[in-house]
């Protein structure tokens, strides 16, 4: 993973060069930039979180059932309000609207709709863990000048023209991918600007850590006990030392540290949750899109993610991500045992 140190080029620099370079039409420049701008704010309210009223729950349920934190419902509003006027999109959808999210009627309609996840790992907030903003970019199927529909969301991840998170962290970076290799770029305050740090990134192709909730161990189909037990075994015989257990409970930070370090992210289905737990538009799909960009493989453990073809805003599934070697090796261990 090289990193940059000697030029100075901003995420709106980089992607005015690679649409140059592939004769694009400027319309995802806009998109990054005002994203970049929501970023901005999202990560300026989440370092001061602790000195005003925006820690804690708020009353109510999203969607998924989930209690909704303050900041939660203010990373929502600051995107949307960030990307409605800009003429790129025809719709909006976020893992925290039950349905689609209109632009209003008098900005112009765009070619493309935006997913998100406004605040991954929100229920880390409080104790100050970090945690993402996760997005997808799809071109819609609609006619154009239209407003859009749900039909402009549920097409497979395959069909992603871009996709990244920004992570707030000891540092905050936006990392994405326009299906040319994945970028990341960090926020340099001083500046106020995202500044290309990682240029062109790859995953290795294996990695000694695994990234897993293993509270969730006795739920678990007996094939997937079967990998962890064998992941925490040395084999002299085969060369093979332990792998370490690496788990943050925050999808945008644990991927993160995969895509950097290599290893495996897993979050398997369990007897609780039969289809899987994590969002397949706004997590599983950009999240995989990323990690196959930079050399990686992404499953549900039957298919390819970027394969599947959704059926609702807020389907989930199961979600093995990673290296390819590591990917390969959960595969290999899910097999029945004859």
């Not at 004769?23 to 309210?45: M, V």
């Amino acid at each position: 993973m090289p990193l940059v140190h000697n030029k100075v080029v901003t995420i709106e620099r980089h992607i005015i060069e690679q649409e140059r370079a592939t004769h694009g039409t400027g319309d995802f420049s806009g998109i990054l930039r005002d994203l970049s701008l929501a970023f901005k704010i999202i990560y300026r309210e989440v370092t001061r979180a602790g000195l005003v009223d925006i820690l804690g729950a708020t009353e109510r349920q999203n969607i998924q059932g989930e209690i909704v934190q303050k900041l939660d419902d203010f990373a929502n509003e600051v995107i949307y309000r960030a990307m409605d006027h800009g003429g790129h999109l025809c719709a909006m959808a976020s893992e925290e609207n039950e349905h689609i999210m209109a632009i209003p009627d008098h900005y112009e309609k765009g070619k493309y709709v935006l997913l998100f996840d406004p605040l991954d790992g929100s229920s880390n907030i409080d104790v100050n863990v970090t945690i993402g903003t996760i997005f997808s970019v799809l071109r819609r199927v609609t006619p154009e000048n239209t407003p859009g529909t749900e039909a402009d969301f549920l097409q497979p991840g395959y069909k992603q023209v871009a996709a990244g998170y920004a992570i707030y962290g000891s540092s905050t970076m936006l990392v994405y991918t326009a299906g040319k290799g994945v970028y990341g770029f960090t926020y340099d305050p001083s500046v106020g600007e995202f500044l290309l740090s990682h240029d062109n990134i790859r995953i290795p192709d294996h990695g000694q850590i695994y990234s897993v909730n293993e509270g969730n161990y006795h739920k678990w189909d007996p094939r997937m006990r079967r990998y962890i037990d064998w992941a925490k075994q040395d084999i002299e015989g085969e060369d093979k030392k332990a792998y370490s257990l690496r788990y943050i409970g925050s999808m945008v930070a644990d991927v993160h540290r995969t895509l950097l370090y290599g290893g495996v992210f897993l979050y398997p289905a369990d007897v609780k949750s039969h289809k899987g737990k994590l969002r397949l538009l706004y997590e599983a799909n950009p999240m995989s899109f990323v990690i196959e960009q930079a050399g990686g493989k992404a499953t549900t453990g039957v298919e390819r993610v970027l394969e599947v073809q959704p059926e609702r805003l807020h389907q989930r599934t199961p979600l093995i991500v990673g290296s390819p070697k590591n990917v390969d090796e959960v595969l290999l261990l899910l097999r029945d045992v004859e």
